[in-house]
């Protein structure tokens, strides 16, 4: 069975730290570049950062840039999401997601989910 | 960064119901656009890639259209199953952006 299961998240105060792993089964993992997608409580879906097969190509969405990092780890069909300086407007479920490579970019696996809520 | 609208944001309608659902990027990008469905408490499928072309497993009342700035998701007779949120994205150029997203809900 093919699936993408997140964890990591928990209750954070504002200016700490979490890393967020994503466990890929089932699929090629090396084959793909991979996402991360949050979506904060009763709110819509923001794509947060994404990496590329060998790692050397990564991006993110602007409020992220310089705090957060994404890595990979090929050989244990790993993607990761270290999250530093949180804020509490990074309260939010964090979705791993795969980019396909035959489906013009959309993403087709999608994780469960983990919670990161940043209070005080 | 190129910014993705929708409409409506909402709409309420009854099973058999045909809905269309509008997106549209702030510049082109061609046919690089997804749909999704979200159901509460459950993380996104999705339906449509390439503006048009159906994902595997989905059924055919739902079609996408369009190109370019412009495009739309039409379910032709909604069904109970369908009530949901659905959200288009833009996978043209980085960063990638989702629109925010309709909700359909019974009426």
């Known amino acids: 069975e093919v699936q993408l299961v997140e964890s990591g998240g928990s209750l954070v105060q504002p200016g700490g730290s979490l890393r967020l792993s994503c466990a890929a089964s089932?699929?090629?993992?090396?084959?793909?570049?991979m996402n991360w997608v949050r979506q904060a409580p009763g709110k819509g879906l923001e794509w947060v950062a994404n990496i590329k097969q060998d790692e050397g190509e990564r991006y993110y969405v602007d409020s992220v840039k310089g705090r957060f990092t994404i890595s990979r780890d090929n050989a244990r069909n790993s993607v990761y999401l270290q999250m530093n300086s949180l804020r509490v407007e990074d309260t939010a479920v964090y979705y791993c997601t795969r980019v396909s490579s035959t489906l013009w970019r959309a993403f087709d696996i999608w994780g469960r989910g983990t919670m990161v809520t940043v209070s005080s | 960064d190129i910014q993705m609208t929708q409409s409506p944001s909402s709409v309420s309608a009854s099973v058999g119901d045909r809905v269309t659902i509008t997106c549209r990027a702030s510049?082109?990008?061609?046919?690089?656009l997804a749909w999704y469905q979200q159901k509460p408490g459950k993380a996104p499928k999705v339906l449509i890639y390439?503006?048009?072309s159906l994902q595997s497993g989905v059924p055919s009342r739902f079609s996408g259209s369009g190109s370019g700035t412009d495009f739309t998701l039409t379910i032709s007779s909604l069904q109970p199953e369908d009530f949901a949120t659905y959200y288009c994205q833009q996978a043209d150029s980085f960063p990638f952006t989702f629109g925010p997203g309709t909700k359909v809900d019974i009426k």
């Open positions: 089932g699929l090629i993992f090396s084959n793909h570049w």
């Open positions: 390439a503006a048009s």
């Open positions: 510049q082109d990008i061609s046919s690089w």
